[in-house]
């Protein structure tokens, strides 16, 4: 525990919030003119990823007071009464970031937009589906592709046996054309020398 020279007592394990200043204010980006559910969640997780690793260094107000540092706009308004209100002893304070966190959802989530745990398992459940479906899709693409390689190989073979009848056929004309032709010019010859 510090207590730093304006009697504000810190817990963390640094005591130095100008250090932590220096790591991560730049990096927290501003939150309160855009405050829709879609910004506030990819703002949120945004944050949480940067500040997670500092919370075994730095303490939880520290941490806060640099998060709440960023608020613009309406998120500064709601901050600004929530402060107040807490003064006033009608909320409870907002001592760490994950407090910050849970009052920011309620805030700055509308209800239908918040999903239930039932919601998300399903969610999850479509989710897996899909990807089984893929999956699927792609050994069908292979099995098609086999099947379409060994069609190839299987016509290529029909059309050489084919091709191989025809020329059969065709030497059988031949050679029956030729013993024709060889039993007529027999006949012939024949015929000439009975003459």
């Known amino acids: 525990m510090h207590v730093d020279r304006h009697n504000n007592v810190h817990l963390g394990r640094h005591n130095s919030s100008h250090e932590l200043h220096h790591t991560i204010h730049s990096d927290i980006l501003f939150f309160g003119e855009d405050i829709g559910p879609i910004s506030f969640k990819d703002w949120m997780w945004d944050i949480e990823k940067l ?3 500092l919370f075994s260094k730095y303490s939880h107000i520290d941490i806060l007071r640099h998060v709440t540092s960023r608020f613009v706009g309406h998120a500064f308004d709601w901050w600004q009464e ?3 209100l807490a003064k006033k002893g009608r909320i409870s304070c907002i001592n760490t970031f994950y407090e910050l966190k849970t009052c920011m959802w309620k805030h700055f989530i509308p209800p239908s937009f918040r999903i239930t745990k039932a919601q ?6 479509f989710i897996d589906i899909g990807d089984a ?4 899709i792609a050994k069908f693409s292979r099995l098609e ?3 379409k390689h060994n069609l190839d190989l299987l016509l290529s073979e029909q059309r050489k046996r084919e091709k ?3 020329e059969q056929v ?3 004309k031949l050679r029956e054309f030729e013993k024709t032709r060889e039993k007529e010019e027999l006949e012939k010859l024949d015929k000439r020398k009975k003459r």
Request: net charge positive; glycine share 0%.
């Open 133 to 136: 479906f893929i999956q699927n």
């Open 145 to 147: 592709k086999d099947f």
């Open 51 to 53: 500040v997670q690793p």
């Open 82 to 84: 929530s402060q107040y």
């Open 170 to 172: 065709k030497h059988q």
């Open 120 to 125: 998300q398992a399903r969610i999850e459940d």
């Open 164 to 166: 191989y009848k025809r």
